[in-house]
């Protein structure tokens, strides 16, 4: 593996910092979705059920201590009961927008890393290419092969790197965009719901 990574030239480098940033976002988004998972129905239920015996405080708590976007954005709305609808809204509109900051974080990054990746690889083709050129026009005409097994070995070594970082962490980004628009949605229906259910309770 070091003699492959050797091969490939200098641009072994910046392919290898992408691999590395490449799995620490997909290590720590892993870990993020698997702690906000939470039994959304079983949260809504019982926040509904105390609201609708007026435990205002019971409610908050049961926001409290569940967990993921979606609890935080309900606690941001029975926080301001009471209030005009306008309000509670424009809370709940504040709260769903740091919970979208905080799903996508790091996936620009990860999106960085899947263009850039092949670019490299690319560039190290490029280089390689043009080493094995440079050995034939410094020798004029090559009859041994093997003086262009460095610049091919690049070649290959990079451009194969690049795809290698590249398509995981593309599969990975597409599942990860499909949980947070999972989760937008959810946000979005619960927190209709929630501002719903205020109203009517203020109204009472």
Request: net charge neutral; hydrophobic share 50%.
């Amino acid at each position: 593996m070091i003699e492959l990574f050797n091969k490939g030239g200098i641009l072994m480098y910046p392919l290898l910092l992408c691999s590395v940033l490449a799995l620490a976002v997909i290590i720590e988004r892993i870990y993020y979705f698997i702690i906000i998972r939470d039994d959304l129905d079983e949260v809504m239920d019982r926040v509904e059920s105390s609201l609708k015996q007026g435990r205002v405080l019971e409610a908050m708590q049961v926001a409290r201590r569940a967990r993921g976007p979606v609890a935080t954005v309900l606690a941001a709305a029975i926080a301001h009961k009471g209030e005009p609808r306008q309000v509670i809204e424009d809370y709940v509109k504040r709260a769903g927008n740091v919970e979208l900051y905080k799903l996508e974080r790091g996936l620009p990054l990860l999106e960085t890393v899947i263009m850039v990746s092949p670019l490299l690889g690319l560039l190290g083709t490029v280089l390689g290419i043009m080493q094995s050129f440079n050995v034939m026009g410094a020798l004029r005409g090559v009859n041994d092969p093997a003086v262009l097994a460095p610049g091919i070995a690049e070649a290959l070594i990079t451009t194969a790197a690049g795809l290698s970082i590249a398509i995981p962490a593309s599969m990975m980004h597409a599942f990860f965009v499909r949980k947070v628009d999972k989760y937008v949605l959810e946000m979005n229906n619960r927190a209709v719901d929630i501002v719903n259910l205020l109203s009517e309770r203020g109204e009472d």
